[in-house]
């Protein structure tokens, strides 16, 4: 099982539905990256989490980086699958929060 982070997203043009995020692999011992993090379709990360991997988001504060909550597929209304933060919602670390391309 591998951890993921996800430091940056794409939305749709209604700003709803993630399409693509900034992705890479991490070593959570050492807090650090496997390799660089990787633009993906939101259909990557499904994947990922479907097959067991663990996908978390993360922020910078102060110039360093904080994990944030972890992600969880949803199914949107028309039938596409995305990803949501997994449990409430923590204020300053929401999907929306993260930096955006």
């Given at each position: 099982m591998a951890v993921y982070a996800v430091t940056e997203v794409k939305f749709d043009a209604g700003n709803q539905r993630v399409l693509q995020v900034k992705m890479g692999?991490?070593?959570v011992k050492d807090k650090e990256w496997m390799s660089a993090p990787m633009i993906v379709d939101v259909a990557e990360v499904v994947k990922a989490i479907k097959l067991g991997d663990d996908v978390f988001t993360m922020?910078?504060?102060r110039g360093h980086p904080v994990p944030g909550p972890k992600l969880k597929v949803t199914t949107h209304s028309n039938g596409r699958e995305g990803v949501m933060i997994d449990g409430p919602e923590t204020p300053l670390m929401t999907l929306k929060d993260?930096?955006?391309?």
């Open positions: 692999p991490v070593i922020f910078q504060r993260l930096p955006t391309f």
